[in-house]
């Protein structure tokens, strides 16, 4: 190559990347206007430019402002949106899940499905959208005039295309597992601090906290490594297309020299289609990668509609609302094994009766099976085998919410959220007087103490009930059941943290109503109350009758109350 030729290219390329920096990042709208091949020239010999010029050029930058304004801004608003509703759509989703979900998914899992995941797919389908129509525009109005100035390089420069979908997919093939594993890896990380700081006090307690932060940080270092791997897969992958980019502008100079040497091109249009490529190839380039970042961002889609589309393991809601309800629950030859080991059935043939207006004490050793009749009367699970009736009517078959306000469950270790007291005890009410909680907080013998507080029924709880003792939530607990004025009621070790006074409450007003009560208890004192006694063991019912009959009987129940009960 001569002299002048190599002056020629340093002069193209000094020229081109001024160009650039000058005029195609801040106002890459009017590149057709400043590109042209009729306009370059007159910049290139011009002292000054022409008013009309200008007054042209600041029409085109302002209506380009403006629309890149009004385009982001619409963007953004559509991407709070979907993030919005997917979440929303997502979080209603696995409230409705059965509880062996839950039991087989991680939280952690589930909170980065919530947070990241649906963030990931918000995002490429509104910010995306917008740098991807935008990139597309560009790329075929660019090419527009390309062709208009020389077919043969327009074509030329369509070898940039394939060239760039072949980098791409070979990136993405190994971006998208890496993604996968940084995301399961922000996951693990979540569940570390969510077990460690939900368990403080067992944490604390055993003087584990160094393990936990151990644990926290290898869960960080090994989220790190991964996101270097990632990093560094990145910066490979931008060298590679900037080498593309490069090689693409070496062919086009070396290809518009022979034109314009033939007469078939001039030096203007030379400038202004390698001035278009230019563009061009980064335009394609950020579609590329958008379409191989939609398919790195399946997989974050795939986790979240697997979750959406999943149907619940559960009948349907029933739809029976009667009027009233006497509360006679049976259990006619009841088999249950939990999903999770369907092997394994922890209820055998099971059959007894609930009457209304009794008390009825189910008791036997741990593991009997005592928690898992109580789930199956919450309608929780469902029977492997044999019938659950609710006034003769298959449970399932009543409306969800009726049954839950119907059959009202006390557990040894009640949940309350954040909130007042009057929000806790009207828990899941769309509408609840004051009158009606204070009578709820009266028969639960809950308001000596509730009444000591500073700001009574508007008192906080603190999370989880932080704020009370273990006695005043089960008070407060008990008073969320019976504030439903439930037909059937569930207590399930439920007085076990309750003073004399309370207590004494409760067998007032609650064990002696009108109420079908099952009671699973351990003091003697609750199960000698009840009008009757069932004895669980190994998943059967081995006894049943009064305490009285029982003793007398000298087996399992008579074991238990000279054993466990009297200790």
Known sequence: MSLPYIYIYIYIYIYIYIYIYIYIYPSSSVDFLLFSSSILPMILHANSFPPAFLLILLSFSSLSSLSAGFRGGFFTLVHSQINLRIRRLLFSSLLHQDLSFFQETKTG??????????????????????????????????YGFMFSLSPRLAVLSLLEVPLSMATEKIYNARRQTVLQQIQDAVAKAGQVVREAVGSLKTVRSFGAEEDEAQRYEEALEHKRQLEWHRDWERAAYVLLCRVLQLGMQVLMLNCGLRQILSGELSRGGLVSFLLYQGNVGRSVQ??????????????AAEKVFHYLDREPQMPRPGVLVPPSLRGLVEFQDVFFAYPMQPTKPVLKGVTFTLYPGKVTALVGPNGAGKSSVAALLQNLYQPTRGQLLLDGEPLPQYEHKYLH????????EPVLFSGSVRDNIAYGLESCRDAEVMAAVRAAGADGFINNMEHGLDTAV??????????????????????????????DEATSALDT???????ESVLQGHRTVLVIAHRLQTVQAADHILVLEQGKLVEQGTHTQLMAQRGLYHHLVQGQFEA
């Open 501 to 507: 006074e309370c207590e004494q409450a409760l067998q």
């Open 109 to 142: 899992e589930l909170n980065s499905r919530l947070s990241s995941d649906t963030n990931l797919m918000s995002s490429w389908l509104s910010l995306n959208a917008n740098v991807f129509l935008r990139s597309l525009v560009k790329v075929v109005g660019l």
């Open 286 to 299: 950020t579609l590329v990668y958008i379409c191989g970042d939609m398919v790195s961002n399946v997989g």
């Open 405 to 412: 306000s119907q059959v009202s469950v006390v557990g040894q």
């Open 462 to 491: 603190g999370e989880k009930g932080s704020q009370l003792s273990a006695g005043q939530k089960q008070c407060l607990a008990i008073a969320r059941a019976l504030v439903r004025n439930p037909r059937v009621l569930i207590l």
